[in-house]
């Protein structure tokens, strides 16, 4: 017990220099999936807020603002850093005043990754959220 064979001494380095590389790419890799779920929920809690605000407006053009300007909130307060793209299907605001209607925001975001990434990862992820969100039927101008 505790004695070597002579053979054994460079068997530590070896290994070593073997599984080195493979757990520096299994945490590259964990840190990229991290990074895209972490971007996705944040993109999904922003078409959400969007939606929401544009469908509180009283005008389609006050909910352009409102769901442009919360997006960009949102994104900026969780932290997410990317240059989004918000589009709103806001057609419901041509349905008459009582009637049901929704508004939809859909947001994309690119998530860069080249900075925790190995070679031959990718170097960004193209994240798309879409949220509906019923329009206020009782909406009127003021």
Known sequence: MGERLAGDAGNAVVETAILAPVFIAFLAGLLVVMRVTHGSAVVAQAAADAARQASIARTARQARAEANASA????????LHCTPSVRLDLSGFNRPVGQPATVSARVTCVIQLSDVGLPGMPGARTVTKTHRSPIDPYRAAR
């Open 72 to 79: 960009m909130n949102t994104l900026r307060d969780r932290g």
